[in-house]
């Protein structure tokens, strides 16, 4: 081989060794261009995923707090019905009881009318009893203040005997079931 063939024999060989320097070198570059494309997209995803994890966790305790809201309600709700299962029954009693106590104020004129009184007054007391086993009571009002909570003003009077604001008279009979006021008295208020 001559001089000028061994030159460019080792022309080609640096020429080859430096282009497969450069492919090595792009390929490499070209991987980690992939690599980091690679990184940046799982890195998104991960986001994306935290993301969409944190909002079922938040919708996951808003359910359970709006389910413990539902159970104390329905257990609240129960606990009332319960207390106050029986005040339908003493709402539709009250019209008997005002009868009983309009019949207890005639006066009796003869034995049998006497007879008939204490009988009836015998149902009213029974009546009254069991509506306080219950937990019905009557509402106090001659003499008290004035509650319109508890009272229902029909009518004013201007008695010096009683102070301003006072119940002076009762109409009809008010009553309480509990703490819930089932029909508020009927009274006359001194101004």
Same mark, same amino acid.
């Given at each position: 081989?001559?001089?000028?063939?061994?030159?460019?024999?080792?022309?080609?060989?640096?020429?080859?060794?430096?282009?497969?320097?450069?492919?090595? @070198?792009?390929?490499?570059?070209?991987?980690?261009?992939?690599?980091?494309?690679?990184?940046?997209?799982?890195? =998104?995803?991960?986001?994306?995923?935290?993301?969409?994890?944190?909002?079922?966790?938040?919708?996951?305790?808003?359910?359970?707090?709006?389910?413990?809201?539902?159970?104390?309600?329905?257990?609240?709700?129960?606990?009332?019905?319960?207390?106050? $299962?029986?005040?339908?029954?003493?709402?539709?009693?009250?019209?008997?009881?005002?009868?009983?106590?309009?019949?207890?104020?005639?006066?009796?004129?003869?034995?049998? @009318?006497?007879?008939?009184?204490?009988?009836?007054?015998?149902?009213? $007391?029974?009546?009254?009893?069991?509506?306080?086993?219950?937990?019905?009571?009557?509402?106090?009002?001659?003499?008290?203040?004035?509650?319109?909570?508890?009272?229902?003003?029909?009518?004013?009077?201007?008695?010096?005997?009683?102070?301003?604001?006072?119940?002076?008279?009762?109409?009809?009979?008010?009553?309480?079931? =509990?703490?819930?006021?089932?029909?508020?008295?009927?009274?006359?208020?001194?101004?």
């Amino acid at each position: 081989m001559n001089e000028e063939s061994k030159v460019t024999a080792e022309n080609e060989e640096i020429k080859d060794e430096n282009t497969e320097e450069m492919n090595e @070198t792009v390929n490499e570059e070209a991987s980690e261009d992939v690599q980091v494309e690679d990184n940046n997209d799982i890195a =998104k995803k991960i986001s994306e995923l935290e993301a969409k994890a944190e909002e079922a966790e938040n919708r996951y305790l808003r359910l359970y707090a709006d389910f413990e809201n539902y159970k104390r309600r329905v257990q609240l709700d129960k606990e009332a019905s319960q207390k106050y $299962r029986a005040q339908g029954l003493i709402s539709n009693l009250l019209p008997a009881i005002d009868n009983f106590e309009r019949a207890m104020q005639i006066e009796p004129n003869n034995e049998q @009318t006497k007879a008939l009184l204490e009988g009836v007054q015998m149902v009213y $007391r029974a009546i009254i009893d069991a509506l306080k086993q219950e937990g019905a009571e009557q509402i106090e009002a001659v003499g008290k203040e004035f509650d319109p909570h508890l009272h229902q003003a029909v009518m004013q009077a201007n008695d010096s005997e009683y102070e301003s604001n006072i119940v002076v008279e009762e109409f009809q009979k008010g009553y309480i079931l =509990k703490d819930r006021v089932i029909r508020p008295s009927m009274v006359k208020v001194n101004q």
